[in-house]
């Protein structure tokens, strides 16, 4: 039962556009979502995150927007450079810290 | 400051051996995550210590899985009669922050098991 899912594993973007990655989960309890990037051979690194109660969070480059009725988040990347090329996971988690990750979405950002 | 280490990175183990990961989590970090990836997956969570207290067990795949914290901080996962269904990478977590409240997650390198 997959809870979070990441429905596009690949995506190549050029540098200086923007970067759309999507996220849909299923469990209405989760109240807080994460983005996670990782390198390889490295551990993922916390990017941003949402509570339930936003519909929107930005740091820097980096929005992400949340749609509790859609059950569906998505990060922006913008404008994307080719150090962003990395996997990116979706997480979400409700109640305490236990977090649910997607399966992840590779992206390349081509100079 | 450091950031959560782990060891070893990088373990052989022929099946049915008994394997032993360590990890050192953030000095002072209250929680501590186990989680285990498999090749081209998301991390699922294993197991949820806050300070020695092993809170949630769920993920544990089978009784052949056993995480302790007995002073609260360094963390060790074992692993009893390894199977080929346990190669992956054994990531560690942990934050500041406890139950009730959702703090970033620093992740450590991950401990790559190959069992063959």
């Known amino acids: 039962d997959q809870q979070v899912k990441q429905n596009s594993p690949s995506l190549s973007v050029q540098e200086g556009r923007i970067s759309i990655l999507n996220c849909d989960y299923t469990?209405?309890?989760?109240?807080?979502f994460l983005w996670y990037k990782k390198y390889p051979a490295e551990g993922p690194t916390f990017l941003i995150s949402?509570?339930?109660?936003?519909d929107k969070n930005e740091d820097g480059r980096f929005t992400v927007f949340l749609n509790k009725s859609a059950k569906h988040l998505s990060l922006h990347i913008v404008p994307s450079q080719p150090g962003d090329s990395a996997v990116y996971f979706c997480?979400?988690?409700?109640?305490?810290?236990?977090?649910?990750f997607g399966t992840g979405t590779k992206l390349q950002v081509i100079p | 400051g450091a950031g959560v280490s782990q060891s070893p990175r990088y373990k052989v183990a022929k099946r049915g051996q008994d394997v032993a990961l360590r990890c050192d989590p953030i000095?002072?970090?209250?929680?501590l995550f186990w989680y285990q990836q498999a090749l081209g997956q998301g991390p699922e969570f294993l197991t949820y210590?806050?300070?020695?207290?092993?809170?949630?067990k769920s993920g544990l795949p089978s009784d052949r899985f056993f995480a302790e914290r007995p002073e609260g901080s360094v963390s060790t996962l074992k692993i009893q009669r390894t199977q080929q269904e346990d190669s992956a990478v054994y990531l560690c977590?942990?934050?500041?922050?406890?139950?009730?409240?959702?703090?970033?997650?620093?992740f450590g390198p991950g401990t790559r098991l190959t069992v063959t």
């Open positions: 977590a942990s934050s500041y922050g406890t139950s009730g409240s959702t703090y970033e997650q620093y």
């Open positions: 469990n209405s309890m989760f109240d807080y």
């Open positions: 949402i509570s339930s109660i936003k």
């Open positions: 997480a979400a988690s409700g109640g305490y810290q236990k977090v649910t």
């Open positions: 000095s002072g970090h209250v929680s």
């Open positions: 210590f806050q300070n020695e207290a092993q809170l949630d």
